[in-house]
């Protein structure tokens, strides 16, 4: 099936007409192309956005609010089509995407079609002074939103739902390699009554359609979310312009058990937050460090587990991992197993390429767990993003939280413990911008939402997203 960039409420071809190949994970074939855009096409979108601009601006909250959950519903009633349209174009189970990522971005536009009427400003008196100043937050204008593949509509709704609730027009670019869901969405807002223009998406390359909207001088913020190479990129390219900025970036993040946790629970939930969506989800703890007194009970139960799961097609009811995202993926995500017999460390489980029976051409690998002998390995150090993990023991709360802090990154970091001075303790030394303590991945939307050191700047989520997207502008009246 071949997709079309939506601008202005129309579904149109790339200006220069020029294609690239979509493929699906589960079997290695083209099933699509999509529009290789150029800065063109990028311009005819920001032309659509900026004349719908101004009347978007104006709509009364209630009006915005009334169809951002408008799309919401629509989401929720085209529920298995989106998501076996997400698992076609990712590789993840269509289970996940029908539980996971297609409810929430749902959620995203309810959530936000919401928090819009209830984003108050401030106004303080200058008591002595006769005079009175308040906030207005006003809509910044165009602005451009940029999302990765690997929880494709959640993440591209995550930028969007927001963006327009604070009266924003939008130039929007999903990733080349799931461009489908997002397709999709065009036809829902034209459905719920979105006025042409307030989202536009425009589908291509990073280096090309995604740095063509980086740089258009008139598109004043760009929320994007990502790799954290390309996250240095874009703020190299967007500093001399000045551009409000949110950079969602890579992780590498620490899941700490220690003895005292309620252990079964523990397990599971480590299972999970290892090896969900085939281990390509930033918040996915792929560091996990074991208290030494636990550490070889832990190692064979969950091992065990691990061994359990079954890779198989995405759309089979009882597969756990589906397939890697591409074969480049599943490329890079195979080097690091090797670089991790290079460097000494144990391959416990997995480790091998998986072949599916009547889809012998899909990405599919053995969730893999690796035993490292010390924590700067690389294997310990670099974002792998596919189902592997590391694993290894700790003695003491200081040494385990050395290491856990010892990476470039500070996305999400998972405690497990019962202990109550331990928890708040190592809460507030951990250096990430989530920490979960007993559980991993709950969210409330009204949470911040990012990462310190290279995972990121700024915070989506909540009110922090409607401040994004919005100017603070303080006015004074003297009387
Ligand atoms: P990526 O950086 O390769 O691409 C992300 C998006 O940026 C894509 O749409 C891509 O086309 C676009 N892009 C690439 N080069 C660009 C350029 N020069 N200018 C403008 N846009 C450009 O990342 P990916 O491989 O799609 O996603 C995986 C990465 O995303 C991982 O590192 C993962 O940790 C990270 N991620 C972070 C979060 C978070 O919330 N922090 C969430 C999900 C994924």
Redesign the pocket.
């Known amino acids: 099936m071949n997709i079309k960039n939506y601008i202005n409420g129309q579904f149109e071809n790339p200006s220069s007409n020029s294609w690239i190949d979509n493929y699906n994970p589960s079997n290695g074939e083209v099933y699509g192309q999509i529009p290789n855009s150029s800065k063109e096409d990028v311009e005819q979108a920001y032309k659509a956005a900026k004349s719908a601009f101004p009347s978007w601006s104006q709509t009364t909250l209630e009006e915005r609010s009334r169809i951002l959950i408008k799309i919401s519903e629509l989401l929720e009633a085209n529920l298995d089509r989106f998501a076996e349209a997400e698992s076609k174009d990712n590789g993840k189970p269509v289970s996940l995407a029908k539980m996971v990522d297609i409810p929430r971005a749902a959620s995203n536009f309810r959530f936000f079609g919401n928090a819009i009427t209830q984003f108050a400003s401030e106004s303080h008196e200058s008591v002595g002074q006769n005079a009175v100043n308040y906030t207005l937050r006003q809509p910044i204008g165009v602005v451009g939103c940029?999302?990765?593949?690997?929880?494709p509509l959640y993440?591209f709704t995550w930028k969007i739902a927001p963006a327009i609730a604070a009266g924003n027009c939008v130039v929007a670019?999903?990733?080349?390699?799931t461009p489908m869901t997002a397709y999709l969405l065009g036809e829902i807002c034209n459905e719920a009554g979105l006025p042409k223009g307030v989202l536009n998406i425009v589908h291509g390359?990073?280096?090309t359609t995604?740095?063509a909207?980086?740089e258009h001088p008139n598109i004043k913020a760009i929320s994007?979310?990502?790799?954290?190479a390309?996250g240095a990129?874009?703020a190299k390219v967007a500093a001399p312009m000045f551009k409000k900025l949110s950079l969602?970036?890579?992780?590498k993040n620490p899941n700490i058990i220690f003895a005292d946790c309620d252990y079964d629970d523990m397990l599971n939930t480590t299972v999970r937050s290892s090896f969900a969506n085939q281990g390509q989800i930033?918040l996915c703890g792929s560091r996990i460090f074991v208290e030494k007194t636990i550490y070889e009970k832990f190692k064979v139960d969950f091992v065990e587990k691990v061994k359990n799961l079954k890779v198989g097609h995405p759309s089979e009811k009882d597969t756990n991992i589906g397939a890697l995202v591409s074969k480049l993926h599943l490329e890079k995500v195979k080097s690091y197993i090797e670089i991790a017999k290079e460097e000494g460390a144990t391959i416990l489980c997995g480790g091998e390429e998986v072949t599916v029976d009547g889809f012998e051409n899909g990405y599919y690998l053995q969730p893999t767990v690796i035993e490292v002998k010390t924590d700067d390995c690389r294997v310990n150090q670099e974002?792998i993003?596919g189902p592997v993990v590391t694993i290894m023991p700790f003695k003491t709360e200081d040494n385990v939280l050395e290491m856990a802090n010892k990476v470039k990154y500070g996305?999400s970091a998972t405690l497990w413990t019962n202990n109550l001075k331990r928890t708040m303790r190592m809460s507030n030394q951990l250096q990430a911008g989530i920490v979960w303590v007993n559980t991993w991945m709950m969210r409330d939307l009204r949470t911040p939402f990012g990462?310190v050191k290279e995972?990121?700047v700024g915070r989506e989520g909540g009110f922090e997203a409607l401040r994004f997207f919005t100017e603070a502008k303080n006015v004074c009246i003297k009387y």
Request: charged letters at 10%; hydrophobic letters at 35%.
């Open positions: 940029i999302s990765p593949w690997n929880l993440l670019k999903p990733s080349e390699v390359l990073g280096t995604g740095q909207i980086v994007f979310t990502g790799g954290t390309t990129h874009i969602e970036l890579g992780g930033c974002e993003f996305l990462g995972s990121g």
